[in-house]
C-alpha cells in the first residue's frame, strides 16, 4: 500500500512538470529491482493516455560531429517557440561499459539551465536489450510531464541508429564536411533513414567547403530510394557558433512534422513502431528465459560437446534442448 | 516395427552407395510429415559417424555466371581424381516460390550421366528456416553414401551466401568479368567469405577482359581484410568450353584442403559451425513454438490492438504474452 501512494505522489508530481520527480520516475522505470517493476509498470500505464502528443527527434551523427552543441542550439530554439524540450540519449554500448555519451552536460550549457528543458544523461548498466525498452518508456514519462519537442541523440554506428528509427517521427543526420568524402564511413541504411540533413561546423573557413559538400550530397541523395513519406532528405548548412542554419533547421522541422500529422504518417509509423518492439520484446524475452532455464543449462555442457564433436546433429541437439525447456514448466524456468 | 526395417534397408542401401536408396533418404528427411520424422532422426543418427571425410565446397555466384556449367566441369575433374561428388543446391527462396534454381540438370549434362556424380535439385516447399537442416543432413546422408566432394551451389544474393559460409570448409565465389564494374552487384561479406574467386567464360574476345579484371580483383582485394586462414582468396580465370583453368581450378581447391586440413582450420570450423546452428536452430524453434501456441494466439489480437493504438506499452503486452505462452503448459503449446 505504502508503494501505491508513493506512486501516486509520484504520477501527480511529474504531471504537475516537477522534474526531480521525472527523474525519480525514469530511474524508477530504470531499476532492475524486482520490487520496482510492478510500481513502474503502473506508472507507464498512467501516463500512456497522457503521451504521444510531441514530436519525437532522433538526432544522429558519428562522434565529434558535434551533437551536444547542435541540440544545445536547436533546444533553445523550440523553447523560444513556447515549447518544452526533453533531451535523452540512446547508447547500446554503455549497457556493457557503462558510458554516457552525454558526459556532463557541459557541451549543453545554456539547454541545461533552461527551465523548460530536461536533459537526462544515458543510463548505466542494464542489459543490451532493454535500451529500446527503457529509452521509450522514458519518452512517454516525459511526454505526460509535458515536454513537447523529445530529442533522442544517438551515435551514428552500429545498429542504434536504425532502432532509432522505429521510436521516432523524424530523424536529423549530423554530418561535417570533410575532403569530399562525405559519403564514407556512414552506412547506407543510415542515410536512407534521414528525413534531414545537416553539416555542422559551416562556419569560418570551412563554410565554402561545407556548401559544396552540400550541393555533391544532395545530387547524391537523388541515387538513393526516397523514404517513406516519398521524400528525398533536404540538406542545411549550420553553425552552432554563429547561429547561422539554426532557425532554418528548426522551422523545417517543424514543418515536415506538420506535414506528417496531417498527412497521417505520423501516426502510422507510431503504430507499425509499436508492433514492431512488441514483437522484438517478446522474441527476446523468450531467449532469456531459455538462457536461464536450469534444465536447459543442466543439458547445455553434454549437448554442446556432442555437437561439436560431429557425434550428434545441431538439429537435433536443438529439439532435444526445446523440449527441456518446454517440458520444465514454470519452477525450473 | 515395420518402420524400423524400412529403415535398416534404407540404411543399408544407403551405406552401398546406392543412389536410389540416397534420393530416398533425402525425401525423407526433407519430409514434414509427423510420421516420417523419428525415422528420419534414426537415420541420420546412424549415418553421423560415417560422416565428415569429405570436402564441403560452397559455389557461389550471381544468376547467370555460369555456375552450373562450371561445376559440370569441376565435377568431372574430381571424378577422373577418383572423388565422388555430390551437387546439392540451397535456394531459400525455395521454401517460398517453390522454385529449383537447378532445372531439369540440362547444364551439368556429363555430370548428370556419370556413375561417380550425384544430383539432387532443391527441395520444394518447406518452411524457411528448414532450409539450413534439410541441406546440413543432405551433406551427412551424401557423406555416408560415400560421396567425398559435395560441392553446395547457392545463388550469390541476400542472406544465404553467408549461410553457406557456416556449412561448407571452403568456399568458391565465380565472377563474370564485366566493364571494370566486377565489384559492383556483389556483397563486400560475399567477398570476405570467399576462399577462391574464379572468372567464368574467360574465353574468346573476353579473355583479355577478364585477365584485366582479374589483376584489377587481385588489387582490390588486398584493402579487404583477409579471410579467418589469414589468407587474401587468389583469383583465377576459368572457361567451361574450352576447359582452360578447371584444371587448375581443381588443383588449386584439392590444395587449400589438404592445407585446411593439415593446420586445423576445417576442423574448428566445423566446431564452430555445428555449435552455431544448435543455437539458430533451438531460437528458430522457440519462437515458432511461440507463434503455435493457442493461449497466445488467442490473447494476440487484442493486445496487439491496444499496443498499436498506443493505450498499451509494447513491452509490457510482450511480457503479458511471454506469461501466457510460459503458463501454457505443454497440451496447449
Known sequence: MARTVVDEQLFAGLRQGDRAALARAITLIESDRDADAPVAKTLIERCLPHSGDALRLGITGIPGVGKSTLIDALGLQFIAAGRRVAVLAIDPSSARTGGSILGDKTRMERLAQADAAFIRPTPTGGTLGGVARRTQETIVLCEAAGY??????????????????????????????????????IKRGIMEAAD??????????????????????????????????????????????????????????????????????????????????????LEESLVTALRNSARVNAALADLERAVQGGTKS?????????DLFRKGGAPLL
Open 196 to 281: 534531414l540533413i545537416a553539416f555542422t561546423k559551416a562556419d569560418g573557413d570551412a563554410e565554402a567547403r561545407a556548401a559544396r559538400a552540400r550541393t555533391d550530397l544532395k545530387n547524391a541523395l537523388t541515387l538513393l530510394p526516397p523514404r517513406d513519406s516519398g521524400r528525398h532528405p533536404d540538406v542545411l548548412l549550420t553553425s552552432a557558433i554563429t547561429g547561422a542554419g539554426i532557425a532554418d533547421l528548426h522551422d523545417r522541422i517543424d514543418a515536415l512534422h506538420q506535414e506528417d500529422v496531417a498527412s497521417g504518417r505520423t501516426l502510422r509509423r507510431r503504430h507499425e513502431h509499436n508492433l514492431f518492439w512488441m514483437h522484438r520484446s
Open 314 to 322: 545441431p538439429f537435433q541437439a536443438a529439439a532435444e534442448l526445446l
Open 148 to 185: 513537447d519537442r523529445i530529442l533522442i541523440e544517438t551515435v551514428g554506428v552500429g545498429q542504434s541508429e536504425l532502432d532509432v528509427d522505429r521510436m521516432t517521427d523524424l530523424n536529423l543526420l549530423l554530418m561535417i564536411a570533410g575532403a569530399g568524402d562525405e559519403l564514407q564511413g
